[in-house]
């Protein structure tokens, strides 16, 4: 089935340490973005990429890194730089930035 | 600024009743409007999207939204709530994003919607 996988779906950190979350894509889509939801305050974008090897920073892209050297994959690293990084994490991929993005299942991650 | 808002951090409504929930925007030209649902600890669905064309979009599970230029307007509808609608519901917009001149969706706060046996 075409779809998109997040991995680990649940991540603890411990401070100061970097982790990296997986996003894979087998829907042939160009553009990839990874999203931080916060309670109450919707999703905010930290990196997209409309194409392999490309990529821009969002909103809130202090602290994270990616990567796109594969048009099916879009990792997300969270650094000890970011200081308050427990939050679920959304990826998502899209035929072009015009069209209408589909999910993964997200992942949670909690610093302990 | 380019945004997107959802008045209601809450609906209720009972079971067969029909529901609203509320979105405007504010963007600079065309608007490209987008409803998505996501339930606990699980990603976003989509549900429907208005491009151009008719004002009265149809989308998955019996939803529809009706796209309103004068009032900037893009309200999620369903006729008869079903107690599994319960979730939480997102509008989105696509927007001029400054960082790299690249078009983005930008999302509202969400809805949660309470659909009451």
């Known amino acids: 089935d075409g779809g998109i996988t997040q991995s680990p779906k649940y991540l603890f950190r411990k401070e100061g340490q970097n982790v990296t979350l997986s996003c894979e894509q087998n829907?042939?889509?160009?553009?990839m973005y990874w999203y931080r939801q916060d309670p109450g305050q919707g999703l905010r974008l930290i990196y997209y990429?409309?194409?392999?090897?490309?990529?821009q920073k969002g909103d809130i892209a202090e602290g994270y890194s990616v990567s796109r050297e594969k048009k099916e994959s879009f990792p997300l690293t969270v650094t000890s730089a970011q200081k308050n990084p427990t939050a679920f994490y959304l990826c998502?991929?899209?035929?072009?930035?015009?069209?209408?993005?589909?999910f993964g299942q997200g992942t949670r991650l909690t610093v302990v | 600024a380019q945004s997107v808002a959802q008045p209601e951090d809450q609906v209720n409504v009972a079971e067969g009743n029909p529901l609203t929930v509320k979105c405007t925007y504010s963007?600079?030209?065309?608007?490209?409007l987008f409803w998505y649902v996501q339930y606990p600890n699980r990603g976003l669905q989509f549900l429907l999207k208005?491009?151009?064309?008719?004002?009265l979009v149809k989308g998955s599970y019996g939803f529809e939204a009706e796209f309103n230029k004068s009032q900037t307007s893009f309200h999620l509808k369903k006729p008869s709530a079903l107690v599994s609608d319960s979730a939480l519901y997102f509008c989105?917009?696509?927007?001029?994003?400054?960082?790299?001149?690249?078009?983005?969706?930008?999302f509202g706060k969400g809805t949660k919607l309470s659909v009451i046996p």
């Open positions: 998502a991929s899209s035929i072009s930035p015009y069209d209408e993005a589909f």
């Open positions: 829907l042939n889509h160009d553009a």
């Open positions: 990429s409309q194409i392999v090897n490309d990529f």
């Open positions: 963007v600079s030209g065309n608007p490209y």
């Open positions: 208005y491009i151009t064309g008719d004002n």
């Open positions: 989105a917009v696509r927007v001029l994003h400054s960082g790299a001149g690249s078009y983005q969706l930008t």
